[in-house]
């Protein structure tokens, strides 16, 4: 009887202790697993209702219609863990778009265009961080004043859509690689190859892991000798590129440059990220999270134009989620920075 | 162990001079440290201590003064500058990042690479090996958050073993500690010590400077009042080198703290057990009407926490109010105001002061949030009030329009003052509201609270200069290390007998 | 003089004045103001009218942002106020009388004080972050929108409505009035109650506000809905001046133009000390720079340029970095000044 109750309280003992080492361990893993919860429980319920919601060519086009979201959702990832916003990213996209169409209209070849879209020199990227973090902006602000100059920039090129006929751009949208009834476009395997470029940037550099740091204590981070003016910046920077290439990606999606595309889109990819499981008050989140977030987003569109039913259901089902979400993130942040 | 004095100092400090906006935070100060020894700073709040910690860590800049370490002149201009010399902190609030995992903490900006990833085998690997050196078992990969302060700050000394560091300062790391958690940080102090670092160490707690110090500084008033070795310093000899004796000609206040109190039927306030875990041990306080009750005790002795509790500004977990005998809760400030209590925090500045209001608008702000906002101190009203107050206490510049946060120290604690009378309370808590101010404004308030509770106000004062306390006291809490050690009225008592109250009575001393 | 220059609008005050005199240097007509049937036309009449969107919006953005806080979802509120208004006006076999109109309004703004009432729940009691809690609703808020119109743009034709927004009153537009009408009940109801100096008290020190009894709580949540009302007003305005309640464009980027606006009036984004006046001002200068942008042939979609070097400007001339350099290099320009003309004095004895 008594080597019984051992054994239970033993095997009590060792969950416990594994629950314990798991919440000390992975605690902030918890939101995007909810996401990751969320996204399954979305694709299963579709597909009961439906019957043929995940199908190969549903799932791709899922991947395809959201590659310009997916790379956004990177930058902005890396701004929020820096308990930073980026309200710009949307605006910069339509900019790109409309730059890149109408120099390819104007018979600007496509090697010296691309790489002008993609931006070298001053970008408004650098200008925002230098904002940010030299002249104390709040981000937000700062990023504001990046959102107006960026879709005003995109009217002055055109106040109409462009369109592109550049055939190496229109390729990267057209051209689809086949395996069975899946397919990847380029556009496509540029937002992965994005998305594991931040993840292991974040996970595995110095740079990454200062921005964890700055996230969780930006004094902290000062005091520990980290490069925290530098990094600040560049998260900055780095959402901003995101943003040009979201632009191209756009662009080649469309097939046009359009000033007003993206309006809007700066709260669509804080949302995803926010759903998948990175804190707006920074120092947490992952980059794959963020992904997850956008198959969610992308998956409810999807069910409500299957559902034949107004599109504007997408943005009031995320703003619920996004709100579930804080909440949720405030009591396990809550909870976890309990000591015991 | 004892110092050995031949050994050369690695910190020499010289006649440091800084000199703040109308303070002269440190003046002239001595200060060194040897290799292989645990020196505690001593000194009351507004000592200098935390000014000497910034100027040898490159947080202010020194006026005058020399800073030789390991016998080379240096020149911090910044906290990496000193972390690079081997001068590394510890403070209170971990300087660490609480998202992060133990490991990274210990390892962030020195991680081990191949191929220009981070290997994050090999930073938990080594991360585990300095966290052992300490004595520490942790799980490297547990977030840092998930563990309590006292961990927090081995992990924090842990990083700065492996920056390396010669000279590891140690700012008040044992104020939220229990005993268990002292001991385990002492352990690893001495561990330290054995291995030849010098460690600047500071806290509040006479018991625990006495149990772990090898040497300690004492500094006052921005200046040095000397080094001493601990077994040359009893006790009571410290407290009078910490608290000094400031001369202020206040006999009149000193003959009507005499008067008798009546203290028949219920008093204005009883407190009975009332305690906050982490904050302070149950404890009993009353107040009778017209009467004046010092707190007594050091920084940190859980006077200011016990008088937090009796305003309801931090929530008491166990014990009971009355109010002239009538069971009362009070959970809130606001709760506390309609009982008539007011409260006058020790941080004039964060938790006193609305600075960018006027005078005049702080004043009558106390009036304001009873009447709450629909009720509007009239501007006729409020010129009235204000005119009163501002003569009654002295307020200069007297002009009602200005910039409260632009005040004096002395005259921003007389428009608080101000602003708690206007509401006409039974009792009013001050937590060191001569904490801070010239003598004269010091004079003026003791003056006040004396005439106050002669026409029958109820006070509870707080303060680190005894003498003041005993001067307008009638009775006396003394506090020690979060708890209350006993209660003495202030006619048998003298300054001396109180320091020796406070530094050496056993029966409150409670190992925690 | 220095009294003058030490006032805390003047400098915004100054920057309006400036633009109106740039204005009226370019186009001698700006300035013109005429009488056609009772009525007064003009540019600068015009700048009051179509201001008062604005205006009310950035009203409650300031009692807001006062208390260390921030409205997003002022625009999505517009919306959904407009559309709430028309869809009544619409379904009603009576459009053009005055009671649909009247009961239409009356249920938008509601809709939008309970909108105003829910921000104020999640940043008052649950204690999420301003900036995130609104943005849950700026982001909702248009969709339902969208909804309540059924994705359509709804246009009804009703005298009542379209007085709103362009009628007159005497001899000035009646938006003019409802403009007039809201500062003076935000400005008696704050500086007329104690509601100004304990908002601004919760925005300077919320700790040392607690402490001295202050139910920091109620005060920030009726910032919330005192911004989400006006907003409610400001979208009634906004579907009454086209007639339709669109719920894309109703609103759309006025949380950042009010936010100008606010700080082009001299309150700051820290929270605290803020001037009705100020915001007034503010409003009037956003304005008139949209009408100037437009006068210079600029299209109105590439205003924001303009608006961006604005904001960029003014957040420049705030920041303490600037403030120390200009600080530094003034005083070594006077220090030479003086050794020179020390120098001189030397010199000429």
Same mark, same amino acid.
């Given at each position: 009887?008594?080597t019984?109750?051992t054994t +239970?309280?033993d095997?009590v003992a060792?969950?416990?202790? %594994?629950?314990?080492?798991f919440?000390s361990?992975?605690?902030?893993?918890?939101?995007t697993?909810?996401?990751v919860?969320?996204?399954?429980l979305?694709l299963?319920?579709?597909?009961?209702?439906?019957?043929?919601f995940?199908?190969p060519?549903?799932?791709?086009?899922?991947l395809?219609d959201n590659?310009y979201l997916?790379?956004?959702a990177?930058?902005? +990832?890396?701004?929020i863990? +820096?308990?930073?916003?980026?309200l710009s990213v949307?605006?910069?996209m339509?900019?790109t778009g409309i730059?890149g169409?109408s120099?390819?209209s104007t018979g600007?070849?496509v090697?010296?265009a691309?790489?002008?879209?993609?931006?070298?020199?001053?970008?408004?990227g650098?200008l925002?961080?230098?904002?940010?973090?030299?002249f104390?902006?709040?981000p937000f602000?700062?990023t504001?004043?990046?959102?107006?100059?960026?879709?005003?920039?995109a009217y002055?090129v055109?106040l109409s859509?462009?369109r592109?006929?550049e055939?190496?751009?229109l390729?990267?949208?057209a051209?689809? %690689?086949?395996?069975?009834?899946?397919?990847?476009?380029?556009?496509?395997i540029?937002?992965?190859v994005?998305?594991? +470029?931040?993840a292991l940037?974040m996970?595995?550099?110095r740079f990454?892991?200062t921005?964890?740091a700055?996230?969780?204590?930006?004094q902290?981070?000062?005091?520990m000798?980290?490069?925290?003016?530098r990094?600040?910046?560049?998260?900055?920077?780095?959402?901003?590129?995101?943003?040009?290439?979201?632009g191209?990606?756009?662009?080649?999606?469309?097939?046009a440059?359009?000033?007003?595309?993206?309006?809007?889109?700066e709260?669509?990819?804080?949302?995803?990220v926010?759903?998948?499981?990175?804190?707006l008050t920074?120092?947490r989140?992952?980059?794959?999270?963020?992904?997850?977030g956008? %198959?969610? %987003?992308?998956t409810?569109?999807?069910?409500?134009?299957?559902?034949g039913?107004e599109q504007?259901?997408?943005?009031?089902i995320?703003?619920?989620l996004l709100?579930?979400?804080?909440?949720v993130?405030?009591?396990?942040?809550?909870?976890?920075d309990?000591?015991? | 162990?004892?110092?050995?004095?031949?050994?050369?100092?690695?910190?020499?400090?010289?006649?440091?001079t800084i000199?703040f906006?109308?303070?002269?935070?440190?003046d002239?100060?001595?200060?060194?440290?040897?290799?292989?020894?645990?020196h505690?700073?001593?000194g009351?709040?507004?000592?200098?201590?935390?000014?000497?910690?910034?100027?040898?860590?490159g947080?202010?800049h020194?006026?005058?003064?020399?800073?030789?370490?390991?016998?080379?002149?240096?020149?911090?201009?910044?906290?990496?500058?000193a972390?690079d010399?081997g001068?590394?902190?510890?403070?209170?609030e971990?300087?660490?990042?609480?998202?992060?995992?133990v490991?990274?903490?210990?390892?962030?900006?020195?991680?081990?690479?191949?191929?220009g990833?981070?290997?994050?085998?090999?930073v938990?690997?080594?991360a585990?090996?300095?966290?052992?050196n300490l004595?520490?078992?942790?799980?490297?990969?547990?977030v840092?958050?998930?563990?309590?302060?006292?961990?927090?700050?081995?992990?924090?000394?842990?990083?700065?073993?492996?920056?390396?560091?010669?000279?590891?300062i140690?700012?008040?790391?044992?104020s939220?500690?229990d005993?268990?958690?002292v001991e385990?940080l002492f352990?690893?102090?001495?561990?330290?010590?054995e291995?030849g670092v010098?460690?600047?160490?500071?806290?509040?707690?006479?018991?625990?400077?006495?149990?772990v110090?090898?040497?300690?500084?004492?500094?006052r008033?921005?200046?040095l009042?000397?080094?001493?070795?601990?077994?040359d310093?009893?006790?009571?000899?410290l407290v009078?080198?910490?608290?000094?004796?400031?001369?202020t000609d206040?006999?009149?206040?000193?003959?009507k703290?005499?008067r008798?109190?009546?203290r028949d039927?219920?008093p204005?306030?009883s407190?009975?057990?009332?305690?906050?875990?982490?904050g302070v041990?149950?404890a009993?306080?009353?107040?009778?009407k017209?009467?004046?009750?010092?707190?007594?005790?050091?920084l940190g002795?859980?006077?200011?926490e016990?008088?937090?509790?009796i305003?309801?500004?931090?929530r008491?977990?166990?014990?009971?109010?009355?109010?002239?005998?009538?069971?009362?809760?009070?959970?809130?400030?606001?709760?506390?105001?309609?009982?008539?209590?007011?409260?006058?925090?020790e941080?004039r500045r964060d938790?006193g002061?609305?600075?960018d209001l006027?005078?005049?608008?702080?004043i009558v702000?106390?009036?304001?949030?009873q009447?709450?906002?629909t009720?509007r101190?009239?501007?006729?009203?409020?010129?009235?009030?204000?005119?009163?107050?501002?003569?009654?206490?002295?307020?200069?510049?007297?002009d009602?329009?200005?910039?409260?946060?632009?005040l004096?120290?002395?005259?921003?604690?007389?428009?608080?003052?101000a602003r708690w009378?206007?509401?006409?309370?039974?009792l009013?808590?001050?937590?060191?509201?001569t904490?801070?101010i010239?003598v004269?404004?010091?004079?003026d308030i003791?003056?006040?609270v004396?005439e106050?509770?002669?026409k029958?106000?109820s006070?509870?004062f707080i303060?680190?200069?005894?003498?003041?306390?005993?001067?307008?006291?009638?009775r006396?809490?003394?506090?020690?290390d979060?708890?209350?050690?006993?209660?003495?009225?202030?006619?048998?008592v003298?300054?001396a007998g109180?320091?020796d109250y406070?530094?050496?009575?056993?029966?409150?001393?409670?190992?925690? | 003089?220095?009294?003058?220059?030490k006032?805390?609008?003047?400098?915004?005050?100054?920057?309006?004045?400036?633009?109106?005199a740039?204005?009226?240097?370019?186009?001698?007509?700006f300035?013109?103001?005429?009488?056609?049937?009772?009525q007064l036309?003009?540019a600068?009449?015009d700048?009051?009218?179509?201001s008062?969107?604005?205006m009310?919006?950035?009203?409650?953005?300031?009692?807001?942002?006062?208390?260390?806080?921030?409205?997003?979802s002022?625009?999505?509120i517009m919306a959904?106020?407009g559309?709430v208004?028309?869809?009544i006006i619409?379904?009603?076999?009576?459009?053009?009388?005055?009671?649909t109109?009247a009961?239409a309004?009356?249920v938008?703004?509601?809709?939008?004080?309970?909108?105003?009432?829910?921000?104020?729940?999640?940043?008052?009691v649950?204690?999420?972050?301003?900036?995130?809690?609104?943005?849950?609703?700026?982001?909702?808020?248009?969709?339902?929108?969208?909804l309540i119109?059924?994705?359509?743009i709804?246009?009804?034709?009703s005298a009542?409505?379209?007085?709103i927004?362009s009628?007159?009153?005497?001899?000035?537009?009646?938006?003019?009035?409802?403009?007039?009408a809201?500062i003076?009940t935000?400005?008696?109801?704050?500086?007329?109650?104690?509601?100004?100096?304990l908002?601004?008290?919760?925005?300077?020190?919320?700790?040392?506000?607690?402490?001295?009894?202050v139910?920091?709580?109620?005060i920030?949540?009726s910032?919330y809905?005192?911004s989400?009302?006006l907003?409610?007003?400001?979208?009634?305005?906004?579907?009454?001046?086209i007639s339709?309640?669109?719920?894309?464009?109703?609103g759309?980027?006025?949380?950042?133009?009010a936010?100008?606006?606010?700080?082009?009036?001299?309150?700051?984004?820290?929270g605290?000390?803020?001037?009705?006046a100020?915001?007034v001002?503010?409003?009037?200068?956003?304005?008139?720079?949209?009408?100037?942008?437009l006068f210079?042939g600029v299209?109105?979609?590439?205003?924001?340029?303009?608006?961006a070097?604005?904001v960029?400007?003014?957040?420049?001339?705030q920041?303490?970095?600037?403030?120390?350099?200009?600080?530094?290099?003034w005083?070594?320009?006077?220090?030479e000044?003086?050794s020179?003309?020390?120098?001189?004095?030397?010199?000429?004895?």
């Amino acid at each position: 009887m008594t080597t019984v109750q051992t054994t +239970t309280a033993d095997r009590v003992a060792s969950v416990t202790s %594994f629950l314990r080492t798991f919440t000390s361990r992975y605690a902030s893993v918890l939101p995007t697993l909810a996401a990751v919860g969320v996204l399954l429980l979305l694709l299963m319920g579709a597909q009961s209702r439906f019957g043929n919601f995940v199908s190969p060519g549903n799932m791709s086009a899922l991947l395809l219609d959201n590659a310009y979201l997916m790379i956004l959702a990177v930058g902005m +990832t890396f701004v929020i863990v +820096t308990a930073g916003i980026d309200l710009s990213v949307g605006s910069v996209m339509a900019f790109t778009g409309i730059l890149g169409a109408s120099m390819l209209s104007t018979g600007v070849p496509v090697y010296i265009a691309v790489p002008i879209m993609l931006g070298g020199g001053a970008t408004i990227g650098l200008l925002l961080g230098v904002l940010v973090q030299y002249f104390n902006v709040q981000p937000f602000i700062a990023t504001l004043a990046g959102l107006f100059l960026a879709r005003g920039l995109a009217y002055v090129v055109s106040l109409s859509s462009i369109r592109v006929e550049e055939p190496s751009l229109l390729w990267l949208q057209a051209t689809r %690689f086949r395996l069975g009834d899946w397919y990847i476009t380029p556009t496509g395997i540029i937002a992965i190859v994005v998305v594991a +470029t931040g993840a292991l940037v974040m996970h595995f550099t110095r740079f990454g892991r200062t921005v964890y740091a700055i996230g969780g204590s930006e004094q902290s981070a000062r005091l520990m000798g980290l490069n925290v003016a530098r990094t600040k910046v560049m998260v900055y920077v780095i959402s901003g590129f995101c943003g040009r290439l979201a632009g191209l990606v756009l662009t080649a999606y469309s097939g046009a440059g359009y000033p007003r595309n993206g309006i809007g889109t700066e709260l669509d990819v804080i949302a995803v990220v926010v759903i998948g499981g990175t804190l707006l008050t920074g120092g947490r989140g992952y980059v794959l999270g963020s992904m997850v977030g956008v %198959f969610v %987003f992308g998956t409810i569109k999807s069910v409500i134009s299957f559902m034949g039913a107004e599109q504007s259901w997408t943005h009031i089902i995320v703003g619920a989620l996004l709100l579930v979400f804080i909440v949720v993130q405030r009591a396990i942040v809550a909870r976890s920075d309990r000591p015991r | 162990m004892a110092v050995d004095t031949a050994v050369p100092p690695i910190v020499q400090m010289r006649d440091i001079t800084i000199q703040f906006p109308g303070v002269l935070a440190l003046d002239q100060v001595d200060f060194s440290l040897r290799p292989g020894e645990i020196h505690a700073l001593m000194g009351e709040n507004g000592a200098g201590k935390s000014t000497l910690i910034k100027a040898l860590t490159g947080v202010y800049h020194i006026d005058s003064g020399t800073i030789e370490v390991a016998g080379a002149r240096r020149v911090f201009d910044s906290t990496a500058a000193a972390q690079d010399a081997g001068i590394s902190t510890v403070y209170q609030e971990v300087n660490l990042c609480a998202n992060l995992s133990v490991g990274e903490n210990v390892m962030l900006g020195h991680e081990p690479r191949r191929q220009g990833r981070i290997d994050w085998t090999a930073v938990h690997a080594e991360a585990q090996r300095h966290l052992k050196n300490l004595g520490l078992e942790l799980d490297t990969r547990s977030v840092l958050s998930s563990h309590s302060i006292a961990i927090q700050q081995l992990v924090a000394i842990s990083r700065a073993m492996v920056l390396d560091s010669k000279v590891l300062i140690l700012d008040e790391p044992t104020s939220s500690l229990d005993r268990g958690e002292v001991e385990q940080l002492f352990a690893v102090m001495r561990e330290l010590r054995e291995s030849g670092v010098a460690i600047l160490f500071v806290s509040h707690f006479l018991d625990q400077v006495y149990e772990v110090s090898d040497r300690i500084t004492v500094l006052r008033d921005g200046g040095l009042v000397g080094e001493f070795l601990v077994a040359d310093l009893p006790r009571d000899a410290l407290v009078t080198k910490m608290i000094g004796r400031e001369m202020t000609d206040l006999a009149e206040i000193s003959e009507k703290s005499d008067r008798a109190i009546d203290r028949d039927g219920a008093p204005v306030l009883s407190a009975s057990g009332i305690g906050r875990r982490g904050g302070v041990a149950p404890a009993d306080v009353s107040v009778y009407k017209g009467e004046v009750i010092g707190f007594a005790g050091l920084l940190g002795s859980g006077r200011t926490e016990l008088a937090r509790l009796i305003y309801g500004a931090d929530r008491a977990d166990s014990g009971e109010m009355q109010i002239h005998g009538d069971n009362v809760k009070v959970h809130s400030p606001r709760q506390a105001m309609e009982h008539g209590i007011a409260f006058s925090s020790e941080n004039r500045r964060d938790e006193g002061i609305i600075a960018d209001l006027t005078v005049a608008e702080n004043i009558v702000f106390g009036i304001q949030a009873q009447r709450g906002w629909t009720r509007r101190v009239k501007n006729g009203e409020q010129d009235a009030i204000v005119k009163d107050y501002i003569a009654a206490l002295g307020v200069r510049p007297a002009d009602p329009t200005m910039r409260a946060g632009n005040l004096s120290g002395g005259n921003q604690q007389k428009v608080l003052l101000a602003r708690w009378l206007a509401t006409a309370p039974e009792l009013m808590v001050l937590d060191e509201p001569t904490r801070g101010i010239d003598v004269g404004a010091k004079a003026d308030i003791q003056r006040k609270v004396a005439e106050l509770s002669d026409k029958g106000l109820s006070v509870i004062f707080i303060s680190s200069e005894l003498e003041e306390v005993l001067r307008l006291a009638q009775r006396i809490v003394v506090m020690r290390d979060r708890h209350k050690i006993g209660e003495l009225d202030s006619h048998d008592v003298d300054a001396a007998g109180l320091i020796d109250y406070i530094a050496n009575n056993e029966a409150g001393s409670v190992a925690r | 003089m220095t009294k003058i220059l030490k006032h805390r609008l003047f400098w915004p005050a100054a920057a309006l004045v400036s633009l109106l005199a740039v204005n009226i240097i370019a186009n001698q007509s700006f300035a013109r103001i005429t009488m056609r049937d009772g009525q007064l036309y003009g540019a600068l009449i015009d700048i009051l009218r179509q201001s008062a969107p604005l205006m009310l919006v950035a009203l409650g953005m300031t009692l807001v942002i006062a208390t260390r806080g921030i409205d997003l979802s002022v625009g999505a509120i517009m919306a959904v106020s407009g559309a709430v208004a028309l869809t009544i006006i619409d379904s009603s076999p009576s459009p053009g009388s005055l009671g649909t109109v009247a009961v239409a309004v009356v249920v938008a703004l509601l809709v939008s004080l309970v909108l105003g009432a829910w921000n104020g729940f999640l940043v008052s009691v649950l204690g999420i972050q301003p900036i995130i809690a609104t943005l849950v609703l700026m982001l909702a808020g248009r969709g339902v929108a969208l909804l309540i119109t059924g994705g359509a743009i709804t246009t009804v034709n009703s005298a009542p409505l379209k007085f709103i927004a362009s009628g007159y009153l005497f001899i000035l537009p009646f938006a003019f009035f409802i403009s007039v009408a809201a500062i003076a009940t935000v400005g008696l109801l704050e500086r007329r109650t104690a509601l100004g100096v304990l908002t601004e008290a919760v925005g300077i020190n919320p700790e040392a506000s607690r402490l001295a009894g202050v139910r920091a709580r109620g005060i920030k949540w009726s910032a919330y809905v005192a911004s989400g009302l006006l907003a409610g007003i400001a979208g009634v305005i906004y579907a009454s001046n086209i007639s339709a309640a669109d719920a894309n464009a109703a609103g759309f980027l006025i949380e950042l133009y009010a936010i100008l606006a606010v700080v082009l009036g001299g309150t700051s984004l820290m929270g605290g000390k803020f001037s009705i006046a100020g915001t007034v001002i503010g409003v009037l200068t956003v304005q008139t720079l949209g009408s100037t942008i437009l006068f210079f042939g600029v299209p109105s979609a590439q205003s924001p340029v303009v608006f961006a070097a604005v904001v960029i400007l003014v957040v420049l001339l705030q920041s303490d970095l600037v403030h120390r350099t200009a600080k530094r290099v003034w005083s070594q320009v006077r220090a030479e000044f003086t050794s020179s003309n020390q120098q001189d004095t030397e010199v000429a004895s």
